[in-house]
């Protein structure tokens, strides 16, 4: 138990469908991240939101779409996304964005688009 | 541009030793981090280094030398559940996590 919890585990979606990713942090931790995991790739930094102020979007497409309503929740909205968006999205927390405090990493959902 | 390098896999066996080096090219230095991700897991923290030296945790130790750019995780004891992957990252002058791709740890009876 990490306390970063991620919803759902597995997804599987088409190019066409709506859907969105869950996070939630029970740290009271005030920064949260979305990182994408590619199979032997090095972990991409997708977006950052500290004190659930977006602080960092890494040339993320459009659609892909982050919401923080506050700074235990964080989601991933997802929309027409490709082939190529498969991948394990990973979600982290942290004391803050700029502190030297290791972030914590929930589970992941993996994603499958057909 | 800014570069992690850590060897992709590596094979040990249990109750030896095993050390994983990280070479790194960043703007600026805040600190490097090692992690363990068991698969289809979280990465989980094992250490941080921000000063030259060792740091012990255990049967896991963690060196940095910030004039080489370089660290290594040092593994000594190894038990069948080290199989693992061991995830270097440097916190970069702007407080960003620059990651390594990973170093697959194999460990055989």
């Known amino acids: 138990e990490t306390g970063v919890t991620q919803t759902p585990r597995h997804l599987v979606m088409g190019m066409t469908n709506k859907k969105s990713l869950k996070c939630e942090q029970h740290l009271g931790h005030n920064a949260m991240y979305w990182y994408k995991q590619s199979a032997k790739k090095p972990l991409e930094l997708m977006f950052v939101y500290n004190f659930k102020e977006q602080t960092e979007n890494n040339s993320v497409p459009s659609r892909f779409s982050p919401e923080c309503p506050n700074s235990s929740h964080l989601f991933l909205h997802l929309h027409t996304l490709q082939p190529e968006d498969s991948a394990l999205y990973l979600c982290?927390?942290?004391?803050?964005?700029?502190?030297?405090?290791?972030?914590?990493f929930g589970d992941g959902t993996r994603l499958s688009i057909l | 541009g800014q570069n992690i390098d850590q060897p992709t896999e590596m094979t040990a066996t249990e109750g030896a030793i095993v050390q994983i080096n990280c070479t790194y090219q960043t703007s600026g230095f805040n600190g490097l981090f090692w992690y363990q991700q068991h698969a289809g897991e979280a990465p989980t923290f094992l250490s941080y280094n921000v000063l030259d030296g060792l740091e012990e945790k255990g049967r896991f130790s963690s060196f940095l030398s910030r004039s080489k750019g370089y660290s290594y995780l040092l593994l000594k004891e190894l038990q069948m559940k080290d199989s693992a992957s061991y995830l270097c990252?440097?916190?970069?002058?702007?407080?960003?996590?620059?990651w390594g791709a990973g170093t697959k740890l194999i460990i055989k009876p």
């Open positions: 990252a440097v916190r970069d002058s702007n407080y960003q996590l620059i």
């Open positions: 982290a927390s942290s004391q803050e964005a700029s502190s030297n405090q290791p972030q914590h």
